[in-house]
């Protein structure tokens, strides 16, 4: 009883924090589409430096990525210094002027990102945000940030401390944690990105818009592994409802380009991802990117998927063996499916069959095979042969 007690008064305590949001319609102005752009941790992680922020922005001009529709550049953890005695934070030894670097960034028609915790210390033991929130955010502003990706780290041990054996009060607090920077960044005037990163707990997208919330992280990290992308974008199933413009799932930053993943693997992760109506933050080593990974990444015509308008989420709408198949809604009455084999194997002497009728639709349809540029004909019961971990990605114009 005490439970459900203590829930409502939470779900009061939204409800409430939703109308305030409401009035101020700053938060909807950005991220109308997902947020699409750059991000060191992938790569660099510990190791980034102010260089490898200006190298990786000349890139994104030079490899046609800004063009593409890439434009934050993005700082993780591990800029921070100490704060000085009245409070004010300053970068460490590797980031020696941020102001001059986001100016450079924004020389480049880009916009820059970077990384605070709403805790004492950041995920890798540096200076979070704790108590300085509006100090921060006047910060961050003045320096011309746009982007701010706020990671829970070591806040959830103030959680425990503050409300130990209690998990509605620890999530209330967590809450009023993000409200609070998000007020911070409000309060600054200047239109920032609001990034919760917190690994999806306590069913984050319920409350994520309610307290200011541009994009959530839904699930823990990902690395540049096959099984953990395809575990990462399988919890996205069911998330679709909470999907829509100013407010976006993130199964986390894409690792196309990264690792021992293989063409298929990366053309399949970089597919999902623009079906999930997923924030596109490219996390590889620019410099020395691949022709056939820059063709993966400056795909228009996916990339158009990702940003279609309409903002809606596509769904796993039936798996027949180890194919899946996704349908994703666009704007004017236009879909993407996707046929994707997650399986170890090529399926071939028991070739898998597409039922339209499944996805409620009538055949045969015609559409752009988004990989292959070719046109295609969708036919009810079609074979379809697919490379292990491959995709078919189509556009169908308009099926009725
Ligand atoms: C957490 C986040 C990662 C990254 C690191 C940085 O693990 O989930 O995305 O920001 O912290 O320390």
Redesign the pocket.
């Given at each position: 009883m005490r439970n459900v007690i203590s829930l409502s008064a939470a779900a009061l305590a939204v409800s409430l924090l939703s109308l305030s949001y409401a009035a101020n319609s700053q938060s909807a102005a950005v991220a109308q589409t997902p947020p699409m752009g750059w991000n060191s941790?992938n790569y660099f992680a510990g190791r980034v430096t102010d260089k490898d922020i200006r190298d990786s922005a000349d890139q994104i001009v030079a490899s046609g990525m800004r063009d593409a529709g890439y434009l934050y550049v993005n700082i993780?953890?591990t800029w921070e210094g100490e704060r000085d005695a009245n409070g004010v934070l300053h970068s460490n030894e590797k980031f020696p002027d941020m102001k001059a670097l986001a100016d450079y960034v924004h020389s480049k028609g880009l916009k820059i990102g970077i990384?605070s915790s709403p805790g004492p210390k950041?995920?890798?033991g540096f200076e979070g945000s704790l108590g300085h929130e509006e100090q921060d955010a006047q910060l961050y502003a003045s320096w011309g940030i746009d982007y701010l990706?706020y990671?829970l780290?070591s806040f959830h041990m103030v959680m425990q401390a503050k409300a130990p054996d209690d998990k509605a009060a620890q999530m209330r607090l967590m809450i009023a944690a993000y409200d609070k920077m998000g007020k911070a960044l409000k309060t600054t005037g200047r239109p920032i990105v609001y990034s919760f990163?917190q690994?999806g707990w306590d069913s984050v997208w319920e409350w994520a818009p309610s307290v200011g919330g541009n994009l959530w992280?839904t699930t823990g990290?990902v690395s540049a592994n096959w099984d953990r992308i395809y575990d990462l974008l399988s919890q996205q199933a069911g998330l679709e409802g909470y999907a829509g413009p100013g407010h976006w799932n993130d199964p986390?930053m894409l690792e196309v380009g990264n690792g021992r993943l293989s063409l298929a693997e990366n053309r399949s992760h970089f597919s999902m991802w623009a079906m999930l109506a997923a924030p596109l933050l490219a996390g590889n080593d620019l410099p020395h990117m691949t022709p056939e990974i820059k063709a993966i990444l400056t795909n228009r015509d996916v990339i158009a998927i990702d940003q279609d308008r309409l903002g809606k989420q596509g769904s796993r709408v039936y798996s027949d063996g180890e194919v899946e198949v996704w349908m994703r809604p666009l704007a004017g009455g236009a879909l993407a499916v996707a046929v994707f084999n997650v399986g170890s194997d090529r399926l071939s002497t028991h070739p898998f069959r597409l039922s339209l009728t499944k996805l409620g639709l009538d055949g045969p349809l015609t559409g752009k095979n988004l990989w292959t540029g070719d046109k295609v004909t969708l036919t009810n019961h079609q074979p379809i042969e697919l490379a292990s971990h491959d995709i078919l990605l189509v556009r169908v114009a308009s099926p009725r």
């Open positions: 941790w993780d953890d990384y950041t995920c890798a990706k990671d780290c990163c690994y992280r990290d986390d």
